[in-house]
C-alpha cells in the first residue's frame, strides 16, 4: 500500500544519505519478496488526498514498457485503461506510481532514457489526417521527446507515402545525442520507384532525427544498450535468404549499432546466435528479447509453431532459447546443447503444447550471474483477467529457481492477469506488469519505500504534446463570409463619410520558409546550403531528366543556417535538383513594409556553375 507523504518523514530522514544515482544497497533484514503494488486511478481536480487515498487501485491498462533510469525513478508508457486512465506515461518517484502524462501514450509503446530529465517515447499518432480513403495508421508511429518535464518535440509523418513513418518496436540510446527507433521492414516499392529498402530506422543525432534504415530486411524487435554498444535483435521470416558465407547456417538475429563518430555503423554479430539443433529452421524462434545489467546482455527467444508438413519432414521443433554475453564471450544458457539431463525446463516434449511455457521477457538481475524471467502458457493466457503472473530466476549456468505465480496466497488479492514485462533497476529490486496492467513490486520490507524523488521534471502531469507533420495544417480554400452591414451594426454618421486621410495599413505576412539557398561541389559531393525560418523536413533529390539519380534522407532541421551533403554519380550526373520541405512550425511573420528577402520556395534548385563529367570526357 502506499504512504502518504506527510507519514514518510521519518523514512525520508533516515534515507537522506540515498542519492538518485545510487545503488541502493539493501539491508537484509528480511528477505526480498513479491508484493502486489497499490496504484490509485489520477487524482481528479478538487478531489482531496484523503479522498484519492481512499479510492480502489485499478490496472493501467496495456503498458508497452516499463524502464528505470534509477530505483527511485521509473517510467512506464500505457494505452490507457479509459475513463479512469488516459493513455499515456506514469512515473515512480520511490515511493508512489503517478500519472506523469496524458499525452504521448501508446498501444504498443517503447521508452528510452538519454540523461535523468530526458527521455524519448514511440508513441501512437493522433487522429486529424483528411483527404485518405482509409483511416491511417496510429498505433506506434511517432515519436515523443520528453525534457525537463516537458514535451520538446513530436516526430511524425503523412500517411501513406513512401516516406511514411513505419511501427517502431524497439528504442535505445547511447547518449542524449545518440538515440535510436526501429521498426517494421520498409514496404516494398512501387514499380520503377527509386526508394529504400531494409528495416525502417530513425537515428536523433542531438539536432534532427534521420531516415536511417538498417540493410537488411527484418523487422526490428528490440534494443538494449550494453558497453558503450546499442544491441538490436530482428525477427526472421521463413522467407528470408541465408547469407551467402556457406559457414553460416541462418542470418544473424542481433546486430550491433556503434556511437557516432565509430565506423562502421551497423554491425552483423556473425556467426550467428543462437546456436541451433539439426534440422532445426531458424525460423523456428523468435526474436530475442533483450536486458543488460552492468554485467552481462541477456536475450531470450520463444519457440514459433511449425507446420505439420515441416514435422513430418524431420524439422525439429524449437524450444526457449536463452543467451548470454559477459567479459567478451557469447554462451548459450538455454536451448540446443546446453538443456540440463532434465530437459528444457521451459519448453519440454512430455508436455501438452499449449502447456509449454514461453518467456514474455526478462530481467538481468544485478549483482548476481542471473535473470527473471516472466513466464506464460496458451493455457494460463486463456483464463483472460483470472490468469495468474508467472515467474521464476534463472541463473547463468541454466538452474531455474523461485518459480512462483502472483498474488501470493494470504496477500488477499484477486487474480490480475498473466506475466508480462520485467525489470530490475538495482539489487533485489524487480518490477512485474501483468497484460491488464497491474504491478509487482519485488523487495525487501525494510526497503519498499525509498528516498522520494523531488525533481519537478517528473512531478506532472504534462498535458500538451507539439504539432508534427503528422497532422497536416489545413488551410481555408475560400475566403471568410462577408459580415459588414449585418443586423445590429450601428448607422454611419454624417462626420464618418468624410474622407480622411489615413496612413497604409501595416499587413504582416509569412517569410519565406527557405531562404539564402547556395550550392558548391566537392569532387562529386554536393553541399547544399540553406537558412530555414522554421522547424521543416527537408530532402534533396537529384534527377537526370525524369530519372532519380540521388537522394539525401529525409532530415528534420529546427530553425537556422542548415546544409544537406549528397554524394553524385559519375556516370548518373543530374540535369537538376528538386529541394522538397514541410514546415512543423508556424512560420513568423514580417511587415509588408519591411524590405523583401531572397526567398526560395519548394521546388527546383540551380546546379552549381562548373564543368560537368560528361563535358570533361569522363563520360562515354
Known sequence: ?????????????????????????????????????????????????????????????????????????????????????????????????????????????RIAWAGPDEFWTVSDGRPGQVGSEKPPPLEDNTLCH??????????????????????MHAAGCLSASD???????????????????????????????????????????????????LYESVRLRKEDQLQENESLTAPPDLHLITPIGVQPTFVSLTPGVPTYAPEQHYYSLDF?????????????ANPLRQSPEELAEGATPGEVTVLRYAAGEWSQVLGFGTDPLAGNPFTQSGREEDDNETV????????????????????????????????????????????????????????????????CPAVE?????????????????????????????????????????GIPSVVPDAPPADDSGLAGEAPASAASLIPVATPEAELKVPVALLTHVRSKLHGTTLELRFHLAAKARVQ????????????????????????????????KWPTKLQLQTHALAPLPTTSTRGAGTDSVGTGVVVLPKGRTFAEAGTLP
Open 1 to 109: 500500500m502506499s504512504v502518504p507523504r506527510p507519514l514518510l518523514t521519518a523514512v525520508l530522514a533516515a534515507a537522506a544519505a540515498l542519492v538518485l544515482a545510487c545503488t541502493c544497497s539493501y539491508a537484509r533484514a528480511d528477505t526480498a519478496a513479491w508484493q502486489f503494488e497499490r496504484v490509485l486511478p489520477p487524482q481528479q481536480p478538487g478531489e482531496s488526498t484523503e479522498a484519492h487515498l481512499a479510492r480502489a487501485p485499478i490496472g493501467l491498462g496495456k503498458i508497452g514498457d516499463i524502464e528505470f533510469f534509477a530505483p527511485n525513478r521509473g517510467l512506464l508508457i500505457t494505452e490507457g485503461n479509459p475513463p479512469s486512465v488516459p493513455a499515456g506515461l506514469w512515473a515512480y518517484d520511490g515511493h508512489e506510481w503517478h500519472e506523469l502524462a496524458s499525452v504521448c501514450g501508446a498501444t504498443d509503446g
Open 146 to 167: 520528453f525534457k525537463n518535464g516537458a514535451v520538446v518535440g513530436s516526430y511524425g509523418s503523412l500517411a501513406f507515402r513512401a516516406d511514411s513513418y513505419q511501427a
Open 179 to 229: 538515440c535510436w527507433f526501429g521498426g517494421d521492414k520498409l514496404p516494398e516499392p512501387e514499380a520503377g520507384a527509386k526508394t529504400e529498402s531494409g528495416a525502417f530506422q530513425l537515428h536523433w543525432n542531438g539536432s534532427s532525427v534521420d531516415e536511417r534504415p538498417y540493410p537488411a530486411e527484418h523487422a526490428i524487435e528490440d534494443m538494449r544498450a550494453f558497453e558503450g554498444d
Open 288 to 300: 530475442p528479447r533483450l536486458s543488460s545489467d552492468e554485467e552481462a546482455l541477456w536475450g531470450v
Open 360 to 423: 514474455g521477457s526478462l530481467a538481468a538481475e544485478p549483482g548476481a550471474p542471473a535473470a527473471w524471467v516472466a513466464l506464460n502458457s496458451q493455457n494460463n493466457t486463456s483464463h483472460g483477467n483470472a490468469a495468474t503472473a508467472m515467474l521464476a530466476r534463472l541463473s547463468a549456468n541454466g538452474e531455474v529457481s523461485e518459480r512462483q505465480t502472483l498474488p501470493a496466497a494470504g496477500e488477499g488479492v484477486g487474480a490480475k492477469g498473466a506475466a508480462d514485462k520485467i525489470v
Open 429 to 469: 529490486d524487480c518490477w512485474l506488469t501483468t497484460k491488464q496492467g497491474w504491478l509487482f513490486h519485488y523487495a525487501n520490507q525494510a526497503n519498499r519505500q525509498l528516498a522520494g524523488d523531488e525533481d519537478p521534471a517528473f512531478a506532472g502531469p504534462i498535458t500538451f504534446r507539439p504539432a508534427d507533420a
Open 540 to 571: 534533396l533529390i537529384a534527377k537526370r531528366r525524369k530519372q532519380i539519380v540521388g537522394r539525401t534522407p529525409l532530415r528534420t532541421f529546427a530553425a537556422g543556417d542548415r546544409k544537406l551533403l549528397l554524394t553524385l554519380n559519375r556516370r
